[in-house]
T-cell receptor, first 115, second 114 residues
Framework: AQKITQTQPGMFVQEKEAVTLDCTYD???????LFWYKQPSSGEMIFLIY??????QNATEGRYSLNFQKARKSANLVISASQLGDSAMYFC????????????FGKGTKLSVKP | NAGVTQTPKFQVLKTGQSMTLQCAQD?????MYWYRQDPGMGLRLIYY???????DKGEVPNGYNVSRLNKREFSLRLESAAPSQTSVYFC?????????????FGPGTRLTVT
C-alpha cells in the first residue's frame, strides 16, 4: 500500500534554531515524487519543496532542505533558522509514478516556534 | 494571475440538500484535483481530471460527482449532502509537463452539513 507517515503530531522549536520534521513513505514504484506543504492557520496550502526519486542530491529551497534517504524511505524536512512565521501545519506528500500527479498526504506535524 | 479560485468560501447545508463547489484556474494547467481535509487529517483525493474531458475517482469518491467544464474549470457536486461530508474542500491544479508536478491549491471551501 502507498502511504505517508508523519510520526510527530506536534513539535516545538526555539526561534533561530533548526528543526527536522520526519516523514517516511511506502511505495513499490521506482519513480515517485516527494513534496512538503505548509498550511498556516489561515488555511491555504503552500508548496515548499520537491524531491524526485531519481534525484541524486537533496533538494534545497532557501531555508528549507529535504533530507532524502532512499534506502530508509524517508524524506525529512529541515528548516534552518526558524522564524515565528514558520508556525504552521506541515504536510509531507507523495506522488507515485503513473499517478498523474495525484498526491497522497500524511497527517501532518504542527510546528510551533517559540520566541 | 489569480491562480486557483474557489467559490464559495463557506457554506452550510442541511442533510439531503445539494450544491456545487466551483473551481477555476488561470495557469493553463491540464490537470485538476479535488481534495477534502478533515480535522487532524491530511488531504484526501476525491476526484481528479488529468486533462480536459477526462475525470477519474480518487481515494474517497462516494457521494460526489465532478465535471470538467473546460480546461479552466472543474466543479464538485454533492447530490445529497450528509453530515459525514462536513469538511474543508480544496481544489488544485498542476502542469504534468513540469519537472516537479507541483500542485497549486485554491483557498478552500469550508462546508458544514447539519
Amino acid at each position: 500500500a502507498q502511504k505517508i507517515t508523519q510520526t510527530q503530531p506536534g513539535m516545538f522549536v526555539q526561534e533561530k534554531e533548526a528543526v527536522t520534521l520526519d516523514c517516511t513513505y511506502d511505495t513499490s514504484d521506482p519513480s515517485y515524487g516527494l513534496f512538503w506543504y505548509k498550511q498556516p492557520s489561515s488555511g491555504e496550502m503552500i508548496f515548499l519543496i520537491y524531491q524526485g526519486s531519481y534525484d541524486q542530491q537533496n533538494a534545497t529551497e532557501g531555508r528549507y532542505s529535504l533530507n532524502f534517504q532512499k534506502a530508509r524511505k524517508s524524506a525529512n524536512l529541515v528548516i534552518s533558522a526558524s522564524q515565528l512565521g514558520d508556525s504552521a501545519m506541515y504536510f509531507c506528500a507523495m506522488s507515485p509514478g503513473g499517478s498523474q500527479g495525484n498526491l497522497i498526504f500524511g497527517k501532518g506535524t504542527k510546528l510551533s516556534v517559540k520566541p | 494571475n489569480a491562480g486557483v479560485t474557489q467559490t464559495p468560501k463557506f457554506q452550510v447545508l442541511k442533510t439531503g440538500q445539494s450544491m456545487t463547489l466551483q473551481c477555476a484556474q488561470d495557469m493553463n494547467h491540464n490537470s485538476m484535483y479535488w481534495y477534502r481535509q478533515d480535522p487532524g487529517m491530511g488531504l484526501r483525493l476525491i476526484y481528479y481530471s488529468a486533462s480536459e474531458g477526462t475525470t477519474d475517482k480518487g481515494e474517497v469518491p462516494n457521494g460526489y460527482n465532478v465535471s470538467r467544464l473546460n480546461k479552466r474549470e472543474f466543479s464538485l457536486r454533492l447530490e445529497s449532502a450528509a453530515p459525514s461530508q462536513t469538511s474543508v474542500y480544496f481544489c488544485a491544479s498542476s502542469d504534468l509537463t513540469s519537472t516537479t508536478y507541483e500542485q497549486y491549491f485554491g483557498p478552500g471551501t469550508r462546508l458544514t452539513v447539519t
